[in-house]
């Protein structure tokens, strides 16, 4: 079955930047029709979604992150991707991509905001 491998995470301070990268584990020729996603599991918290994004590339984000992040993908690469800006402690957790609906997850990668 095709997960997603999440890379790009790290500790970085407040107000600083980060890319995060998904790719998946397989070649999945239903990846340029997929819905996708990135969620964030904070300690002791269930997976929240943070951003979507569609097979024609429309957006949509949770509103805590809104201006500060941006999904993107690329079909030919099979990858999703999230830019994060003007982070804040509150964006800390562990982040993975998912295909919208599915309870398959990755490893995730960890994201850690702090001075």
């Known amino acids: 079955q095709v997960r997603f491998v999440e890379s790009g995470g790290g500790l970085v301070q407040p107000g600083g930047s980060l890319r995060l990268s998904c790719t998946t584990s397989?070649?999945?020729?239903?990846?340029?029709?997929?819905?996708m996603a990135w969620y964030r599991q904070a300690p002791g918290d269930q997976h929240a979604l943070v951003a979507s994004?569609?097979?024609?590339?429309?957006?949509d984000y949770e509103d805590s992150v809104k201006g500060r992040f941006t999904i993107s993908r690329d079909n030919a690469k099979q990858s999703v991707y999230l830019q994060m800006n003007t982070l804040k402690p509150e964006d800390t957790g562990i982040y993975y991509c998912?295909?919208?609906?599915?309870?398959?997850w990755g490893q995730g990668t960890q994201v850690t905001v702090s001075s």
């Open positions: 998912n295909t919208v609906g599915s309870l398959d």
């Open positions: 397989a070649f999945d020729s239903f990846f340029p029709y997929n819905y």
């Open positions: 994004i569609t097979p024609t590339s429309a957006s």
